[in-house]
């Protein structure tokens, strides 16, 4: 069940009335969300509610067991288990055949002939963000920075609740379970929820979708058949798509949660204005960036630990976040690009400093990290290696040829994209408290004509969402 | 157990802080006008791209429900079409068409 859809539209509208019906049945409405839920992500194969619960039995088991112990060796262990439990889940369903691919290409390298069979297994979708949900509350309770939490309906909906089950934000427990502890006293934030709402289906459904079947997936497919400027609009194209497909999920999430009644941290905030590689991963999947920070980069050591180690962890850990995108060597490359793009702009922090100082130098430094991100979504977006090798050899010598793909419509697409990238904050603040000002049913009449126009507007068909597969 | 569990005074921030800004979480409304919000919002979403309802119906495939249901959706986007509420929708369509035509 996709958000921009009319299956979900009339999903949620029920939602919405069981929750009105409810009020202050506080219990009863986490219950209903709990099943609303577990309905929605049975939509894609019910058989994934298993594996779903499996997560959550194991996440309230062990945050139990770990908020138990006396001692920390036990503690340690139970964390230990939890973990490896979670891992296990993740690795079998999302990387066995990858490891079985790459064991094969190995042994035909050694020139031996016994090949493994591969185990075909089906990918649930959202596994690597509820595993990564469940990961990041036992570490808290191992740490003590999040409270045990003593009721199994609360812990299933922190790993289920719908809007962010299959593509995030990786919400944190720490912020997540107070919010189920008692109802929040705020008003819900219809404007601005409505306005995330409107944007991110405008974002994926008409720049995101029209960019993936007009221009990125025609050259992506066939490289070399382009020149060099239908190449370089392709991957911007690509970028925007990216950009506006996932921010577009967490946004939607954002937004439903708040009518809902929840909150959510945000996820985006413009990462192509970034003048430093490292300020790109503080505004790009900004939930996934700080879990791989606290969860992987600073139990590795940081950068307390001295220079080289302090690159060895960036590297170790871009790659592994690389890596959780997607079982394909191409997702390694991809990461090791950032990762070894951050370690040299570390090195060369003396020389360039923390921030460009000078107006030009800004724009300049943009540019090229601009830039840098895109070449590393060649690898990411290519088919595998080969492609993205002619990809990039494409773009270093077939200038010759004019532009066949990227029209006038694609152009004004990766540049509506570009453009949101660079409006000041306050515009979404206006707008909200513009919207805010009309009256419930005026809202809602301008929300329906709005979601008809971006319908209109769209391609025939929703494509699923990019992240879905991760 | 419940002694030796850890007790927090204060929950950790999340990164970022919160998606919506709090200036904006001021003012808003209940559960209630949440429901009205959507049910308005829907009901003009079926009348200016009724025909979403009934392609939609017609992919969820065959069935005793279905079927009914699937004739009513034919029949209300007929009726929206006569009332000339499609238009709109069909103008913007078009528009969009133009411009994805257009070459240098």
Same mark, same amino acid.
């Given at each position: 069940?996709?958000?921009?859809?009319?299956?979900?539209l009339?999903?949620?509208?029920?939602?919405?009335?069981?929750?009105?019906?409810?009020?202050?049945?506080?219990? $009863?409405?986490?219950?209903?969300?709990?099943?609303?839920?577990y309905?929605?992500y049975?939509?894609?194969?019910?058989?994934?509610?298993?594996?779903?619960?499996?997560?959550?039995?194991?996440?309230?088991?062990?945050?139990?067991?770990?908020?138990?112990?006396? %001692?920390?060796?036990?503690?340690?262990?139970?964390?230990?288990?939890?973990?490896t439990?979670h891992?296990?889940?993740?690795?079998?369903?999302?990387?066995?055949d990858?490891?079985? /691919?790459?064991?094969?290409?190995? &042994?035909?390298?050694?020139? #031996?002939?016994?090949?493994?069979?591969f185990?075909e297994?089906?990918?649930p979708?959202?596994?690597?963000?509820?595993?990564?949900?469940?990961?990041?509350?036992?570490?808290?309770?191992?740490?003590g920075?999040v409270?045990?939490? !003593?009721?199994?309906?609360?812990?299933?909906?922190?790993?289920?609740?719908?809007?962010?089950?299959?593509?995030?934000?990786?919400v944190?427990?720490?912020y997540?379970?107070?919010?189920? &502890?008692?109802? @929040? &006293?705020?008003?819900?934030?219809?404007?601005?929820?409505?306005?995330?709402?409107?944007?991110?289906?405008?974002?994926?459904?008409?720049?995101?979708?029209?960019?993936?079947?007009?221009?990125?997936?025609?050259?992506?497919?066939?490289? $070399?058949s382009?020149?060099?400027?239908?190449?370089l609009?392709?991957?911007y194209?690509?970028?925007?798509?990216?950009?506006?497909?996932? @921010?577009?999920?967490?946004?939607? +999430?954002?937004?439903?949660?708040a009518?809902?009644?929840?909150?959510?941290?945000?996820?985006?905030?413009q990462?192509?204005?970034?003048?430093?590689?490292?300020e790109?991963?503080r505004?790009?999947?900004?939930? *996934?960036s700080?879990?791989? !920070?606290?969860?992987?980069?600073?139990?590795l050591?940081?950068?307390?630990?001295?220079?080289?180690?302090?690159?060895?962890? #960036?590297?170790?850990t871009?790659?592994?976040g690389?890596?959780w995108?997607g079982?394909?060597?191409?997702?390694?490359?991809?990461?090791?690009?950032?990762?070894?793009?951050?370690?040299i702009?570390?090195?060369?922090?003396?020389?360039?400093?923390?921030?460009?100082?000078?107006?030009a130098?800004?724009?300049?430094?943009?540019?090229?990290?601009?830039?840098?991100?895109?070449l590393?979504?060649i690898?990411?977006?290519?088919?595998?290696?080969?492609?993205a %090798?002619?990809?990039?050899?494409?773009?270093?010598?077939?200038?010759?040829?004019?532009v066949?793909?990227?029209?006038?419509?694609m152009?004004? *697409?990766?540049?509506?994209?570009?453009?949101g990238?660079? $409006?000041?904050?306050? #515009?979404?603040e %206006?707008?909200?408290?513009a919207?805010?000002?009309?009256?419930?049913?005026?809202?809602?009449?301008?929300?329906?004509? &709005?979601?008809?126009?971006?319908d209109a507007?769209?391609?025939?068909?929703?494509?699923?969402?990019?992240?879905?597969?991760f | 157990?419940?002694?030796?569990?850890?007790?927090?005074?204060?929950?950790?921030?999340?990164?970022?802080?919160?998606?919506?800004?709090?200036?904006?979480?001021?003012?808003?409304?209940?559960?209630?006008?949440?429901?009205?919000?959507?049910?308005?919002?829907?009901?003009l979403?079926?009348?200016?791209?009724?025909?979403?309802?009934?392609?939609?119906?017609?992919?969820?495939?065959?069935?005793?429900?279905?079927?009914?249901?699937?004739?009513?959706? $034919?029949?209300?986007?007929? +009726?929206?079409?006569? /009332?000339?509420?499609?238009?709109?929708?069909?103008?913007?369509?078009a528009?969009?068409?133009?411009? /994805?035509d257009?070459?240098?």
């Open positions: 069940m996709l958000f921009p859809t009319s299956g979900f009339l999903f949620f509208l029920v939602v919405a009335a069981v929750m009105a019906a409810l009020e202050t049945r506080f219990a $009863t409405k986490k219950a209903v969300l709990v099943a609303a839920s309905y929605f049975a939509q894609w194969d019910w058989r994934f509610c298993f594996l779903l619960a499996f997560s959550t039995g194991v996440s309230y088991v062990v945050g139990r067991l770990i908020g138990a112990a006396r %001692r920390r060796d036990r503690r340690r262990l139970f964390l230990a288990t939890g973990v439990l891992l296990g889940v993740l690795g079998v369903f999302k990387y066995l990858f490891f079985v /691919l790459s064991a094969n290409r190995l &042994a035909q390298l050694l020139g #031996l002939s016994h090949e493994l069979p185990f297994l089906l990918l979708v959202g596994i690597s963000f509820f595993t990564f949900h469940g990961i990041s509350y036992i570490t808290d309770v191992y740490r920075d409270k045990v939490c !003593r009721d199994p309906l609360d812990m299933a909906l922190y790993m289920s609740f719908f809007p962010q089950l299959v593509a995030g934000p990786i944190r427990a720490a997540f379970l107070p919010q189920l &502890a008692r109802p @929040s &006293a705020e008003p819900i934030p219809l404007a601005p929820a409505m306005l995330l709402i409107l944007g991110g289906l405008f974002k994926k459904v008409v720049v995101a979708n029209y960019l993936a079947t007009g221009l990125v997936d025609p050259v992506f497919a066939a490289p $070399t382009y020149g060099g400027p239908d190449l609009l392709a991957v194209g690509y970028a925007v798509q990216i950009y506006c497909d996932f @921010s577009a999920y967490s946004d939607i +999430a954002i937004g439903l949660a009518l809902l009644g929840f909150r959510f941290p945000p996820n985006f905030n990462p192509y204005r970034a003048e430093r590689l490292r790109f991963w505004r790009w999947h900004i939930s *996934l700080s879990w791989l !920070r606290d969860y992987l980069y600073k139990p050591g940081g950068n307390r630990r001295g220079r080289l180690k302090t690159y060895r962890n #960036l590297l170790v871009m790659l592994l690389g890596l995108h079982a394909a060597w191409k997702f390694v490359a991809w990461g090791a690009l950032h990762g070894g793009g951050l370690a702009e570390r090195l060369l922090e003396p020389l360039i400093g923390r921030r460009a100082q000078t107006p130098a800004r724009v300049i430094a943009t540019i090229v990290v601009f830039h840098l991100v895109c590393a979504w690898f990411f977006r290519a088919e595998d290696f080969v492609v %090798r002619l990809y990039i050899e494409g773009l270093a010598g077939g200038w010759r040829d004019g066949q793909q990227a029209g006038p419509a152009v004004a *697409l990766i540049l509506v994209g570009m453009a990238q660079f $409006t000041p904050p306050a #515009l979404f %206006r707008a909200a408290a919207l805010g000002r009309l009256p419930v049913w005026g809202l809602g009449a301008t929300s329906g004509v &709005a979601v008809a126009a971006i507007l769209g391609p025939a068909g929703v494509a699923p969402f990019i992240y879905f597969r | 157990m419940v002694a030796v569990e850890s007790e927090l005074t204060t929950i950790a921030a999340p990164p970022g802080g919160d998606a919506i800004p709090l200036a904006l979480r001021r003012r808003g409304g209940t559960p209630r006008q949440v429901f009205v919000l959507t049910l308005v919002g829907t009901l979403l079926a009348l200016f791209a009724s025909a979403d309802l009934s392609s939609w119906l017609d992919r969820m495939g065959d069935g005793p429900v279905l079927v009914p249901l699937q004739n009513v959706a $034919t029949e209300w986007d007929g +009726a929206m079409q006569r /009332l000339n509420l499609t238009r709109p929708a069909a103008a913007l369509r528009a969009m068409h133009r411009l /994805l257009a070459e240098w």
